[in-house]
T-cell receptor, first 115, second 113 residues
Framework: EAGVVQSPRYKIIEKKQPVAFWCNPI?????LYWYLQNLGQGPELLIR????????DSQLPKDRFSAERLKGVDSTLKIQPAELGDSAVYLC?????????????FGPGTRLTVT | AQSVAQPEDQVNVAEGNPLTVKCTYS??????LFWYVQYPNRGLQFLLK??????LVKGSYGFEAEFNKSQTSFHLKKPSALVSDSALYFC???????????FGKGTRLHILP
């Protein structure tokens, strides 16, 4: 079974430029998460989807970040414009449901460097 | 608010020795507790979880964790460390059962050959 797929794996952009990350969750997983992980820190939730609906986006900086999950499968996270402080690893995860009884499966992440 | 603390940034253990990675928690009600591992250049992987029942929880790769309510701890253990266990380990707790998971800052485990 394929795991959570993310692309690109690495991205280097100049500040003020836009950037987008793509995630394909495990087949059949209704819940999809986007996390931000800074160096030396644990992941922090940005947004959680239940199918197409964003059920928790309280930590998403909506002035520059946006996300979508069309058709309840793949998801895209966008930053526009990027700032130096956005340099981090962006992780996507999926699970069967939002109940924490279900394990979250993580992708390898996208390492973003903003110069 | 729910939280977890990992007091050690790094733990060094000789191969073949037992290892312990510490985690303490602060939660209201009955806690759900998790351990995840992150190998270099790979995503986080679920190791084990405590929901209810036996205080000793067994997980992947020979790891286990002991839930101690009186000490509010959920330490990760393994009887005999392998070099391949070298990774970043995260303790985690959900805000609520159907809510986001809060991760600790992580503990880097080095197994010395």
């Amino acid at each position: 079974e394929a795991g959570v797929v993310q692309s690109p794996r690495y991205k280097i952009i100049e500040k003020k430029q836009p950037v987008a990350f793509w995630c394909n969750p495990i087949s059949g997983h209704n819940t999809l998460y986007w996390y931000l992980q800074n160096l030396g820190q644990g992941p922090e939730l940005l947004i959680r989807y239940e199918n197409e609906e964003a059920v928790d986006d309280s930590q998403l900086p909506k002035d520059r970040f946006s996300a979508e999950r069309l058709k309840g499968v793949d998801s895209t996270l966008k930053i526009q414009p990027a700032e130096l402080g956005d340099s981090a690893v962006y992780l996507c995860a999926s699970s069967l449901a939002g109940d924490t009884l279900y394990e979250q499966y993580f992708g390898p992440g996208t390492r973003l460097t903003v110069t | 608010a729910q939280s977890v603390a990992q007091p050690e940034d790094q733990v060094n253990v000789a191969e073949g020795n037992p290892l312990t990675v510490k985690c303490t928690y602060s939660v209201s009600g009955n806690p759900y507790l998790f351990w995840y591992v992150q190998y270099p250049n790979r995503g986080l992987q679920f190791l084990l979880k405590y929901i209810t029942g036996d205080n000793l929880v067994k997980g992947s790769y020979g790891f286990e964790a002991e839930f101690n309510k009186s000490q509010t701890s959920f330490h990760l253990k393994k009887p005999s460390a392998l070099v391949s266990d070298s990774a970043l380990y995260f303790c985690a707790v959900p805000m609520n059962r159907d809510d986001k998971i809060i991760f600790g800052k992580g503990t880097r485990l080095h197994i010395l050959p």
